[in-house]
């Protein structure tokens, strides 16, 4: 789907707005697991999460091809939103994100201060996505998706550096929200050449992707995505999205959130970063899994720390945030 040419073009966007992100293999960490463990630190972003890369890509093309576009909108549970909403100010570009009542307070305030245009609407993602839609038609807006060919691109650029910087990396561990991030894992892998192995991490409450996977076709699920790691709080996988993780995701793997936020405390202790929950399920996966890694060189990807005070007060102190179902 891209060639490493498409991937260095889209670097020089992202590269425009922020430094590459480092990735550290960290010796504490490799102490607690028994495994070589890298971190692929996507909170070192100016939004704190890696989809700033795919906004900016998307955002860039669309003025390129619509240069009198009146602006964006879009659904998200934060990181999305607040993409856009920075790729969107840069460019000087009207922007309106929809929440679902109860999202991140912390998130709708980052977002407010990136100048967008935050409006609280629907129980979940899913409806949020329905509201945000007709926002965009009635303001006559580009309404713009949770997965796209620019944000894989984007995103994709955060993978490149990662098996740049670690070329006989063996296995890389990936959540997966609506599945921008471990998209671009899988097509940085092929336009590389890398033989790494990705394995792919959701909530054991939103299990949709892992469900998708294993059956060869989208299968959304029923029950509520109620999971502090909000970033993997989707239920209706894309079809988009599932036909490139048949193609390079070794597999899928349930967390749960004790585990995740167990994977989060780890973090700080052991590398003092803090991670939102989505961002600590990759480490938690690896946990999990470490005895079948042991002689393996991993990395995980922290793919955000955008979580609010009192959840990670809740997690330093030991327990585990529990949101309304």
């Not at 955002?59 to 998200?76: I, N």
């Not at 740049?164 to 892998?189: E, N």
């Not at 990395?299 to 327990?319: C, F, K, Q």
Request: net charge neutral; charged share 20%; proline share 6%.
């Amino acid at each position: 789907m891209f060639s490493l040419a498409d991937f260095r073009a889209a670097a020089d966007i992202v590269g425009r707005h922020m430094a590459p992100t480092p990735q550290y293999a960290w010796p504490l960490l490799a102490a607690e697991l028994g495994v070589e463990t890298w971190v692929k630190h996507e909170n070192h972003t100016p939004t704190g999460a890696f989809k700033l890369r795919g906004g900016l890509v998307y955002v860039e093309r669309l003025r390129r091809e619509r240069p009198h576009v009146k602006g964006v909108a879009s659904a998200t549970r934060g990181n999305h939103g607040q993409s856009l909403a920075f790729a969107a100010r840069a460019a000087g570009l009207p922007c309106a994100i929809v929440v679902p009542h109860g999202n991140s307070a912390e998130k709708n305030a980052a977002m407010r201060a990136f100048g967008a245009d935050v409006i609280e609407a629907g129980s979940d993602f899913e409806a949020a996505k329905s509201v945000a839609a007709d926002l965009a038609a009635s303001r006559g807006y580009e309404m713009v998706p949770s997965f796209h060919r620019d944000l894989i691109l984007g995103v994709g650029t955060y993978a490149v550096e990662l098996f740049t910087a670690v070329p006989d990396l063996d296995v890389v561990f990936c959540p997966i929200g609506m599945g921008s991030g471990i998209c671009g894992l899988v097509l940085a892998k092929a336009a590389l050449g890398h033989p790494v192995t990705i394995v792919g991490v959701v909530s054991d409450r939103a299990p949709g992707y892992r469900l998708s996977l294993e059956a060869g076709r989208p299968i959304t699920t029923d029950a509520p995505a109620s999971t502090f790691a909000d970033g993997m709080a989707v239920r209706a996988p894309s079809a988009e999205a599932l036909e490139v993780m048949k193609a390079g995701v070794s597999r899928i793997v349930e967390v749960d959130d004790d585990a995740i936020a167990d994977a989060a405390r780890r973090l700080f202790s052991t590398t003092h970063n803090l991670a939102e929950g989505a961002g600590a399920a990759a480490l938690a996966a690896l946990t999990a899994e470490r005895e079948r890694w042991r002689d393996a060189k991993a990395a995980v990807i922290l793919s955000g720390g955008n979580i609010d005070r009192p959840w990670y007060r809740t997690v330093l102190e030991g327990g585990t945030p529990r949101p309304a179902a």
